[in-house]
């Protein structure tokens, strides 16, 4: 997995056939995590553990 910037130029090459993912878009902001929850809300955190 890589992050590259808008300006990053990209170059692949392979020595046999292969298949390849790009993602792209915008940064998603920040995101609270605790074990398996990951939300860009804490109080949604916080509501999980307690449930």
Sequence with gaps: M??????SPLCFA?????RIVIIGG???GKRHI???F??????????D???
């Design 2 to 7: 890589a992050f590259l910037s808008d300006k």
């Design 14 to 18: 392979a020595n046999e056939d292969c």
């Design 26 to 28: 915008k940064p998603l």
């Design 34 to 36: 605790f074990w398996n």
């Design 38 to 47: 990951v939300s860009s809300q804490k109080e949604r955190i916080v509501q």
């Design 49 to 51: 553990k307690r449930d």
